[in-house]
């Protein structure tokens, strides 16, 4: 399998370009700043800016003068934040808000089937009774790895685990190996039952980190790495001649998604040179999306479980997304790690 090739000091520009991009946006402190400012950690792990690091102290120091807000799963992806920012400035009290936060996860979030924490938001209106979101893997699932880790709490990284397994049950279609993006648990269906590209990357980024956390003789990890190595052979085939994966991903004439295909080609680094060839095609296709400015394109709207899979295709994109930026960063810092390792 042929070596990547890239310039990897074209990749630090533009990283640092999505950075500066992304601090010019407002954000509240739910998860579309936790995904932008999650790819800014990683983009400050490979590249050293501290700055960067600099950047998110400021606005966490600024959100949490008012004290911690409402609690919810997706805003729970603030957690891996904290943790980052505890890492870099050895201030206890960012590691004490994390721990609150898993706290609410593990003792009071609701929950269906025993342990499958149902997809909770901000906002009144927004309710999904027994209902599990794939986002949840990421918003929760693995800022309960992470911080189970980093404090050797097993029961934070075991509940952690479970949120792994819960979605695979629920979610992952055994024909295809795709994840479905939602289960409602009353009603006993995958409700639209459309694959879409962003979910499916949120499933193959997080199992991918999980990798990195679990250790090869705990039995969860032979059985996130046959959810992740099933899922991947399948999104490999839906890879579009761009290089990129349409929003639907079994409809190649639904529109190019990036922040779906960002997660979907930095999971796929994971193998080794197994895909390279894939991921090669990636970089091209996605840094044809990212503006001079540091605005990654095309990234679609806040997609709650459509009702039908027009629903997804007529979801805008039209806008700059935190999530869009965050996973970009992610693809991007993930490009220059392989690099140095």
Same mark, same amino acid.
């Given at each position: 399998?042929?070596?990547?090739?890239?310039?990897?000091?074209?990749?630090?520009?533009?990283?640092?370009?999505?950075?500066?991009?992304?601090?010019?946006?407002?954000?509240?402190?739910?998860?579309?700043?936790?995904?932008?400012?999650?790819?800014?950690?990683?983009?400050?792990?490979?590249?050293?800016?501290?700055?960067?690091?600099?950047?998110?102290?400021?606005?966490?120091?600024?959100?949490?003068?008012?004290?911690?807000?409402?609690?919810?799963?997706?805003?729970?992806?603030?957690?891996?934040?904290?943790?980052?920012?505890?890492?870099?400035?050895?201030?206890?009290?960012?590691?004490?808000?994390?721990?609150?936060?898993?706290?609410?996860?593990?003792?009071?979030?609701?929950?269906?089937?025993?342990?499958?924490?149902?997809?909770?938001?901000?906002?009144?209106?927004?309710?999904?009774?027994?209902?599990?979101?794939?986002?949840?893997?990421?918003?929760?699932?693995?800022?309960?790895?992470?911080?189970?880790?980093?404090?050797?709490?097993?029961?934070?990284?075991?509940?952690?685990?479970?949120?792994?397994?819960?979605?695979?049950?629920?979610?992952?279609?055994?024909?295809?190996?795709?994840?479905?993006?939602?289960?409602?648990?009353?009603?006993?269906?995958?409700?639209?039952?459309?694959?879409?590209?962003?979910?499916?990357?949120?499933?193959?980024?997080?199992?991918?980190?999980?990798?990195?956390? =679990?250790?090869?003789?705990?039995? #969860? !990890?032979?059985?996130?790495? +046959? @959810?992740?190595?099933?899922?991947? %052979?399948? /999104? $490999? &085939?839906?890879?579009?001649?761009?290089?990129?994966?349409?929003? =639907?991903?079994?409809?190649?004439? #639904? !529109?190019?998604?990036?922040? +779906? @295909?960002?997660?979907?080609?930095? %999971?796929? /680094? $994971? &193998?080794?040179?197994?895909?390279?060839?894939?991921?090669?095609?990636?970089?091209?296709?996605?840094? #044809? !999306?990212?503006?001079?400015? +540091? @605005?990654?394109?095309?990234?679609?709207?806040?997609?709650?479980?459509?009702?039908?899979?027009?629903?997804?295709?007529?979801?805008?994109?039209?806008?700059?997304?935190?999530?869009?930026?965050?996973?970009?960063?992610?693809?991007?810092?993930?490009?220059?790690?392989?690099?140095?390792?």
């Amino acid at each position: 399998m042929p070596a990547l090739k890239f310039d990897e000091q074209q990749i630090k520009d533009v990283i640092d370009k999505v950075v500066e991009r992304t601090f010019n946006m407002d954000f509240p402190w739910d998860w579309p700043g936790g995904v932008a400012f999650y790819g800014v950690t990683e983009a400050y792990e490979v590249t050293g800016e501290e700055k960067y690091m600099n950047y998110i102290k400021e606005w966490i120091d600024e959100e949490l003068e008012d004290g911690l807000p409402p609690l919810t799963v997706n805003a729970s992806s603030i957690g891996h934040i904290l943790l980052s920012l505890y890492k870099y400035t050895e201030e206890e009290r960012y590691l004490e808000i994390a721990t609150q936060m898993a706290d609410y996860l593990l003792n009071e979030a609701e929950r269906f089937d025993g342990d499958v924490l149902q997809h909770t938001v901000n906002g009144e209106k927004y309710n999904f009774p027994e209902q599990a979101w794939v986002d949840t893997m990421f918003m929760a699932g693995y800022f309960l790895l992470r911080i189970g880790k980093l404090l050797n709490r097993e029961d934070f990284f075991e509940f952690g685990l479970k949120q792994y397994h819960g979605h695979e049950k629920f979610l992952q279609d055994d024909s295809t190996e795709l994840y479905y993006h939602g289960w409602d648990n009353i009603a006993g269906n995958h409700m639209s039952s459309v694959f879409w590209a962003r979910g499916n990357s949120w499933a193959a980024i997080t199992m991918a980190r999980a990798l990195e956390l =679990v250790e090869v003789q705990h039995p #969860s !990890y032979m059985i996130i790495d +046959g @959810s992740l190595r099933d899922q991947q %052979s399948a /999104l $490999v &085939r839906l890879q579009l001649d761009s290089g990129l994966w349409s929003t =639907v991903l079994t409809d190649p004439a #639904s !529109y190019e998604e990036l922040s +779906g @295909s960002c997660g979907i080609a930095a %999971s796929l /680094l $994971v &193998r080794g040179k197994l895909y390279n060839k894939h991921i090669q095609k990636s970089i091209s296709g996605i840094l #044809s !999306y990212i503006r001079e400015d +540091g @605005s990654v394109m095309n990234a679609s709207a806040g997609t709650a479980v459509m009702n039908n899979e027009q629903g997804y295709k007529e979801v805008p994109a039209k806008r700059v997304q935190g999530w869009g930026q965050g996973l970009a960063l992610v693809f991007l810092a993930s490009l220059l790690k392989r690099r140095n390792i």
